[in-house]
């Protein structure tokens, strides 16, 4: 059994080596702990800082790509590297590697395929009241668009089995932590979430300049997958929005023409065909939208056995889960391909 910790980086170097050194060497049930980290084009020493402290395997950058391409990049070369388990932690010594057993644990056990840990933000100290209460209401979203009862859905700590891995792919480069639970959830993996603690803040996120432009990304981001995902259902929501405004209208045009002057309210009439039209329109959209998907699952499936091949062959468990008839989630499209793992010398 092959653990492989990935850490994306982007100019870590003040923080990286108190990172890597709490993160335990050896876990029970697991043969062989790995370290990547991967060097999003950063222009200090983070990678001279991961060589100099251990790290088995570095990918490289020679620019920055965003959080998440870089995700993507370490879960491509982790499974290139025969990793069974994968675990996703950030360079900001942010989450206690101590808590690493306790996350892959569902795993090992196999009562889960993502795990993902909960910093029970409202214990959090350095969160403001309004940052707790968004991240609540964030999770909350994120759990009924992925039909999965994580109660954390913006942390980056979790822990992934390789067959959850195979079929991971991330379309948005604004962050993996939304896109995956939407994904895993779909493709109806098991995902779980377990409680952890959280260090010291040590610097400012990098991902969102501010609170306000936190929200407007996640939002179009959940909004944008979710469609992805489940575009027929996301396309009659939006039609039977329309569909009642029409049909309103439509209904006040009736009434008036039977109950007063007959000659009037022809603005109500004109603004419900335009809306039932609309409706009918917006339904059309998303048939064909519905019909993209399905296309897009074939796609998926393929690029999963291109992996397979090129990773090797599913476990056990993977076999089962398909002879059991659980689909594959809907596709996005193929990420860049990842840069070289350059192995370090220990």
Request: charged content about 20%.
């Amino acid at each position: 059994m092959k653990l492989i910790i990935q850490i994306p980086c982007f100019n870590e170097e003040s923080t990286l080596a108190e990172t890597l050194a709490d993160i335990p060497r050896q876990i029970p049930g697991v043969d062989s702990v790995e370290l990547l980290i991967i060097d999003d084009g950063s222009t200090d020493k983070t990678s001279e800082v991961a060589q100099e402290n251990g790290v088995h395997h570095v990918v490289r950058f020679p620019q920055n790509r965003g959080l998440a391409r870089g995700f993507i990049a370490g879960i491509d070369a982790c499974l290139k590297l025969g990793a069974d388990i994968i675990v996703n932690t950030d360079a900001d010594n942010q989450y206690r590697g101590q808590d690493i057993p306790k996350l892959i644990a569902p795993i090992l056990a196999g009562q889960a395929d993502v795990v993902v840990g909960d910093r029970q933000v409202e214990t959090v100290e350095h969160f403001s009241n309004t940052k707790k209460k968004l991240q609540k209401f964030g999770s909350w979203v994120v759990r009924l668009a992925s039909h999965t009862e994580v109660p954390d859905a913006t942390s980056g700590f979790r822990a992934i089995s390789r067959d959850a891995a195979l079929r991971m792919f991330v379309a948005n480069e604004f962050t993996y932590t939304l896109e995956t639970l939407i994904q895993a959830g779909h493709a109806r993996f098991a995902v779980t979430g377990v409680p952890i603690g959280t260090n010291t803040k040590t610097r400012e996120s990098r991902l969102f300049r501010s609170i306000p432009q936190y929200v407007k990304r996640s939002a179009t981001t959940i909004l944008r997958i979710y469609t992805m995902y489940r575009p027929l259902a996301a396309f009659l929501y939006l039609a039977a929005a329309f569909f009642l405004v029409g049909a309103g209208l439509a209904g006040r045009f009736v009434y008036y023409h039977l109950t007063q002057d007959q000659a009037g309210h022809i603005q109500s009439l004109v603004a419900a065909a335009v809306f039932l039209i609309v409706a009918f329109v917006v339904m059309l959209v998303g048939m064909l939208a519905d019909l993209v998907g399905a296309n897009r699952k074939l796609l998926e499936d393929a690029l999963v056995r291109l992996r397979r091949i090129e990773y090797g062959h599913p476990s056990p468990a993977e076999s089962q889960r398909t002879s059991e008839g659980r689909g594959p989630v809907e596709p996005v499209e193929p990420v860049e391909p990842v840069e070289p793992v350059e192995p370090t010398e220990r």
